[in-house]
Each structure stands twice: as C-alpha cells, then as structure tokens.
C-alpha cells in the first residue's frame, strides 16, 4: 500500500450558469479524480445553478497529481452528457501545508494563487488559515464547454500515522 500523506477534503459547494443538456434544463453531477480515485456527488434534478453542498474526501499520496473535475448531465436512457472539465494543481496548498502555522491568527492569508493558462481558476483563490485548518476557496471556470463555473473548497486532514507534509 502507498503511504498517504494526508486527506484533502473537497466540499463540492456549487455550480453557476451550466450548460442546458436537456431540453430546458440539465441534471448535473460532478466527478473528481485524481490519480486512480473517482468520486461523484449526487444528481441535482431540472437545473443549471445546482447547490450540492458535499464532501468529497481524497487521500494524497502524490500531490503533483492533478485533481481533476468533470460535470455531467445525468440521462436515464442514454449515455450521460459531458458539460465541461476544469483541473486544478494542489502544490500551492501543499506548500502553505509545510509553513508552521500554528499560533497564526483565524483569517491569515497564507499565499494567493493567481488564474493562469496552467488552472482553471476565474478569480484569485486565497490560501487561508482558519481555526486551525489550512483552506482555500475555489472557483473553477469550465473547459470544453459553453458556460459553466463550479465552487469549491479544499481543506487539508492530518492523518495519523502517515507521513505527513
């Protein structure tokens, strides 16, 4: 088994302006990989600003892994549409990680990371230590798409036992 270096909790918090798939609407879902793992949120039925709000929780072992995120348009009788794919890069998060942290005040900003032709960022995202967890708001413009953008935010968990950053 690979040794994990930690957890990186994902809170899949919504998306804004999809693209219609359906008829009038769509019925998104979003799945993330990184590496072998694949997670996926639910479906949210008839709409293209859908609020998810869930965690979606990866173990790191390698974190110059991409982490990448597709949405979907559920179909019953078909094959489920494709409404656009956005990565991200984590080592900006990984190196807040290993900068001692502890005794900071709740709200510092650790680093920001600027939108760039290597991520998918439409805004800068901030990298910030709140009550004693390292956290960082993101906002992702989709790709291979006509509209869409997803918000998410990563949160790093300790475990015990792994190597640690």
């Known amino acids: 088994m ?9 809170h899949v918090h919504k998306g804004v302006d999809l693209a219609i798939r359906d008829v ?28 998810w709000n869930e965690d979606l929780t ?5 974190p110059t892994l991409p982490v990448k995120l597709l949405v979907y348009d559920k ?10 794919d956005a990565e991200f890069d984590i080592r900006p998060f990984v190196e807040a990680l290993r900068m001692r942290l502890a005794g900071l005040p709740s709200g510092t900003i650790i680093t920001k990371v600027q939108p760039s032709r290597q991520n998918c960022l439409s805004e800068e995202s901030s990298i910030i230590w709140s ?14 798409v006509e509209s869409g953008e997803v ?10 036992g792994s190597r640690g950053i």
């Open 75 to 84: 179909d019953t009788f078909s094959m489920d549409d494709k409404m656009g």
């Open 131 to 144: 009550e004693g967890k390292l956290v960082q708001n993101i906002c992702l413009r989709l790709k291979n």
């Open 58 to 62: 990866l173990s790191v072992v390698d």
């Open 151 to 160: 918000e998410l935010q990563l949160e790093w968990i300790n475990v015990p």
């Open 2 to 10: 690979e040794h994990i270096m930690g957890l990186l909790r994902i």
């Open 24 to 51: 009038v609407s769509s019925d998104p879902y979003v799945v993330i990989r990184m590496g072998k793992q694949k997670l996926k949120t639910r479906v949210v039925r008839n709409c293209v600003n859908p609020q």
